[in-house]
């Protein structure tokens, strides 16, 4: 299971940090992931992160705007967002995809980012 925090309204240029933090068998974890669905679109890869070696992917939507990153002790893993544009509106997901797996199938609720002015 997986929780996701952090979400809100934010004017254009401003930043945002989103909390995930997953129980259960966390053991059993191989990456986790920020993905985000947008009104009228699919969704999409945000930013994925290999839970133990630590190596990290991101859209080049995001890159050098957002960060991956992971607290093991804590089972979280964070996105912090910056420079935030109106098009990164959108519901974001975090997701687990677990060892053996070829998928991320263990999703949170979703939470809302809104950039607005």
């Known amino acids: 299971q997986v929780v996701e925090s952090g979400g809100g309204l934010v004017q254009p240029g401003g930043s945002l940090r989103l909390s995930c933090a997953a129980s259960g068998r966390t053991d059993r974890i191989n990456n986790m992931g920020w993905f985000r669905q947008a009104p009228g679109k699919d969704r999409e890869i945000v930013s994925v992160?290999?839970?133990?070696?630590?190596?990290?992917y991101s859209a080049d939507s995001v890159k050098g705007r957002f960060t991956i990153s992971r607290d093991i002790r804590k089972n979280t893993v964070y996105l912090q967002m910056n420079s935030l544009k109106a098009e990164d509106t959108a519901v974001y997901y975090c997701?687990?995809?677990?060892?053996?797996?070829?998928?991320?199938?263990?999703w949170g609720q979703g939470t809302q980012v809104t950039v607005s002015s």
């Open positions: 992160i290999e839970w133990r070696g630590g190596n990290t």
């Open positions: 997701a687990i995809r677990a060892l053996g797996r070829a998928e991320y199938d263990v």
